[in-house]
């Protein structure tokens, strides 16, 4: 019975270990990090040393994949740039297992032990440090659990009823590899797979043909882990995950003709090549898992255009991915303040020219809207956090006077547009409500007609006053008679407001009709408002100080 609870205690302390190393390094990628991996990682050289020590260190694909969504869906890297990395980050996984091979117990017990002194000298309570001792004790978690399964292994190999039992495994292969497969998924790992079969090996309780069939088997779990994760995803984030389940399909299917004509047609090779470095069962192992993993990526290379095509045609990227993305900043601009600024305004001029399409669907002589108001402000106002962030980024870097004042001109556009985009979705949603939609109860046609035609005045008016203040907007110089006019457009209109309200609440409209009318007068008011703020803003000296190269550094 010991012996078991040592094995359970071990798998469950590899477990614990695995989760706390890809958990804690997650956290340490934070926007400063994913920025400088967006700029280190252009060549194909540092593609394939980024994979590789991130595959390594966090011991994770999905985890690694969950990064590289980040900076695709933010538009700090090109998808095309992420595959290679995928493919590196298989490779850095395996090794974990080389190192399995060694003898773990002493480094387990001094990784446990430098830990245990970072939590007494409350280490683990600084920002600074939290994640990154988080992620050493998962480490010696790790290794230490590897050690507890190697010791319950070769006190079981003294049992006769179950070496028996498991000797079977390398009779049935099918088992094995499914077992493989369903443990590798379990566990969202690989890596996991292949260490407790090193381990079991090591005690002498399984052989070459059954570990190399768990081996196997561990790829379609991998495969199937990250399948899983597809189906939450959209566009890009979907081709990513979905380049890995190709991958290793891919590798699987190689791997198995390699397999059968090695063992079958070619009277072992591959073990005579290992006998060479004299290599024990537990190395071998760990060299056929190297093995699967440099034939997935030969596979994969092999394979490229036809993957690349399937996958655009299987996961294109949606119209609201495009939305999501900026168009003019990137973080590469930080370090030249006037091109910086230059880019933000035009971020947000096209931005401002957007603003006229959230009420398409509200007006009869538009075209079809080609998304809904919901979904383009949930896309458009990702784009305007990272104008946000941009710009505070720039003013930290930049010390000027001149810099600091354009970005805050750029910084209150920004909320404003922010509280435009908000304010036309909830117009939208009165507009809705006043409509009826599907309600099948008895209604005024005549005063849903009156409600109708009041709201189409509101619409068009607004509309033709954001499409006056994004043309103005996009000039560099705005001419004093466009901002009068927008300054006129844009007036206050609460008196003229508060007469309609005032006429339809002593009138015979339904309570639900009355009310959508009163939340969009309301709404209206506030999107002149907001557009007023805006004209002033383009009004400000600062507008005009943008347009000519500024002499401070």
Not at 71 to 76: F, Q, R
Not at 233 to 261: D, I, K, N, P
Request: charged share 20%; with cysteine.
């Amino acid at each position: 019975m010991t012996i078991f609870i040592s094995l359970f205690a071990g798998l469950g302390l590899f477990f614990i270990g695995v989760r706390l190393i890809s958990s804690n390094l997650r956290q340490v990628i934070g926007r400063r990090l994913r920025q400088l991996i967006a700029r280190a990682v252009t060549g194909p050289g540092s593609l394939a040393l980024f994979g590789l020590l991130a595959g390594a260190v966090m011991q994770s694909v999905n985890a690694v994949i969950h990064v590289l969504v980040a900076l695709v869906t933010a538009g700090a890297m090109d998808r095309k740039r992420a595959f290679p990395i995928i493919r590196w980050t298989n490779l850095g996984t395996s090794m974990l297992a080389l190192v399995a091979a060694i003898d773990l117990h002493a480094l387990a017990l001094c990784l446990v032990g430098l830990t245990g002194i970072a939590y007494y000298r409350q280490i683990d309570q600084s920002t600074r440090w939290r994640h990154a001792v988080g992620a050493l004790l998962g480490l010696g978690l790790l290794f230490l659990g590897t050690d507890f399964i190697k010791s319950g292994a070769a006190l079981l190999r003294t049992e006769p009823w179950l070496r028996l039992h498991i000797s079977e495994l390398g009779v049935w292969l099918l088992p094995s590899f499914a077992i493989g497969a369903a443990v590798a998924w379990a566990a969202q790992s690989s890596t996991t797979v292949v260490v407790i079969t090193m381990s079991l090996a090591a005690g002498g309780l399984i052989g070459w043909n059954g570990g190399a069939m768990l081996v196997m088997g561990a790829g379609l779990g991998s495969a199937a882990s990250a399948w899983s994760l597809a189906g939450r995803l959209q566009g890009s984030a979907r081709q990513l995950v979905l380049f890995q389940v190709l991958l290793r399909l891919q590798g699987l299917l190689l791997t198995l003709a390699f397999y059968a004509g090695n063992r079958w047609l070619l009277d072992d090779p591959f073990g005579r090549l290992l006998d060479q470095f004299q290599m024990g069962l537990p190395a071998r192992l760990a060299a056929f898992y190297m093995v699967v993993q440099l034939l997935s990526d030969l596979a994969s290379r092999a394979l490229e255009a036809p993957s690349l095509r399937w996958l655009e045609a299987w996961a294109a990227p949606s119209l609201q991915e495009n939305l999501s993305k900026p168009h003019f900043v990137h973080d590469e601009a930080l370090d030249e303040a006037e091109t910086a600024l230059l880019l933000a305004d035009k971020e947000q001029q096209r931005l401002l020219a957007c603003l006229p399409a959230y009420l398409d669907a509200l007006r009869q002589d538009a075209p079809a809207a080609l998304t809904s108001a919901d979904q383009r402000q949930a896309a458009e106002s990702q784009v305007l956090q990272l104008c946000e962030q941009f710009l505070v980024e720039l003013a930290d870097r930049q010390r000027s006077r001149d810099v600091l004042e354009r970005s805050m001109v750029l910084r209150d556009r920004n909320r404003l547009l922010a509280s435009l985009q908000e304010s036309l979705v909830e117009l939208h949603q009165a507009a809705q409500v006043a409509g009826g939609g599907d309600d099948e109860r008895d209604v005024d046609e005549a005063g849903r007609a009156t409600v109708a035609q009041l709201l189409d005045q509101l619409v068009q008016s607004l509309h033709l006053m954001l499409e006056a203040l994004a043309e103005t907007a996009a000039r560099a110089q705005p001419d004093a008679e466009d901002l009068e006019l927008l300054r006129s457009l844009t007036h206050d209109r609460s008196e003229l407001m508060d007469g309609i309200r005032r006429r339809l609440q002593g009138s015979d409209l339904e309570a639900g009709l009355r009310q959508a009318v009163f939340s969009a007068t309301t709404v209206f008011e506030r999107c002149v408002w907001l557009a007023r703020r805006y004209v002033l803003l383009l009004d400000s000296p600062l507008t005009a100080m943008a347009t000519e190269p500024s002499t401070k550094t």
